[in-house]
């Protein structure tokens, strides 16, 4: 991108960010008539902090005024215009905490936020497993793999540590993951007993061997998992499984024949199953799995519990349901 690109959509951005249609939008538009690729989301995001400046700038008389209307007696009506701005703001506040899958209905512009998000957590240092739930057959599962799993080093685009698969296609689906899993240091999980309540209508269903088909599954992805160079010196395998307790026999019977498997566990928290339902997921020597909790660490500043305690400070009301999680999980898992 040049510097006459940069002023061209810094002044289409100016222009039309005041009109009832997306500004991001007409940035996109301008974007392929000329040719044009951004460096990634932080452009456009310096982009409109340009604009808010414009708007603090111009109507700073007017923003000063309603700064003091919320020590001022009187003044509601000033008041209930800063009560509708703070709510307008609460779903950009968030929107950057969910799975792939919110991304991808925004289209170019949500997965290059997906993107970003990977690469500023894997900056921050944590291992990052994107839910993407991806197979095919043929080619087109080795461009999942690829774009998915692969990451464009030459464009600065960085890949998940590890993503989801489905294996309902059969290994040949799976293969092309598991070879950038094992050539580039990465893994996935497969998914063998999930969390959504009509799950059982398939994954329940009694085969003639008297398992079910989440167990033989489960049989099947271990015998993946234990393939040449893929285990560890810990044993575990960069081949894992999607495993959720809701029927805890059954993942009691999963967890024994998927010795070389890491679990993913989701369904804690909002989705109802507890600590020590997860626990089953577990080893005995305590390893063996992680847990998955989404809304309710997302969303804790919902929580009456933590709004008591930290008011509307939602980060602190988010990193104290995060912590509450890993207590849960450490008072039932052996350590």
């Not at 209905?105 to 290059?112: I, K, N, P, T, V």
């Not at 799993?149 to 590890?162: E, Q, R």
């Not at 580039?184 to 063998?192: K, Q």
């Not at 498997?261 to 390893?287: H, M, N, S, Y």
Request: hydrophobic share 45%; with cysteine.
């Amino acid at each position: 991108m040049s510097y006459l690109d940069a002023i061209i959509l810094g002044v289409i951005q100016g222009l039309t960010e005041f009109l009832p249609i997306s500004s991001s939008g007409h940035l996109v538009l301008t974007e392929a008539a000329l040719g044009v690729k951004q460096p990634g989301v932080s452009f456009e995001v310096i982009l409109h902090l340009g604009t808010l400046f414009s708007v603090l700038v111009y109507f700073r008389s007017r923003i000063i005024a309603l700064v003091r209307s919320v020590f001022a007696k009187g003044m509601r009506q000033e008041r209930a215009i800063i009560g509708y701005l703070i709510l307008g703001t609460i779903p950009a506040g968030v929107v950057g905490l969910v799975f792939k899958d919110f991304f991808e209905r925004y289209h170019a512009h949500g997965m290059r936020a997906y993107l970003e998000l990977v690469r500023y957590a894997q900056e921050a240092g944590l291992l990052v497993i994107g839910d993407v739930k991806r197979a095919d057959i043929g080619h087109s599962t080795t461009q999942y793999a690829k774009a998915q799993l692969g990451g464009m080093k030459h464009a600065n685009i960085a890949a998940p540590d590890a993503v989801t698969v489905n294996p309902y296609f059969g290994y040949d689906a799976i293969r092309p993951f598991v070879d950038i899993a094992r050539e580039a240091g990465r893994g996935l999980f497969v998914l063998v007993q999930t969390s959504n309540e009509s799950a059982a209508e398939v994954q329940g269903l009694t085969l003639s061997d008297g398992k079910t088909v989440c167990q033989s599954v489960g049989r099947i992805v271990q015998k993946w998992a234990a393939g040449e160079g893929l285990v560890g010196g810990s044993g575990y395998s960069c081949i894992g499984a999607v495993v959720s307790p809701r029927d805890l026999k059954s993942t009691e019977v999963i967890r024994a024949a998927m010795p070389n498997c890491i679990f993913l566990v989701p369904g804690f928290g909002a989705q109802g199953r507890t600590a020590d339902e997860v626990a089953r997921c577990f080893k005995p020597d305590g390893t063996g799995a992680i847990v998955n909790a989404s809304r309710s660490v997302i969303y804790a500043f919902q929580n009456d519990s933590y709004r008591d305690r930290y008011g509307e400070d939602w980060r602190r009301c988010v990193e104290q349901g995060c912590r509450d999680l890993v207590s849960a999980i450490l008072r039932v898992v052996p350590s």
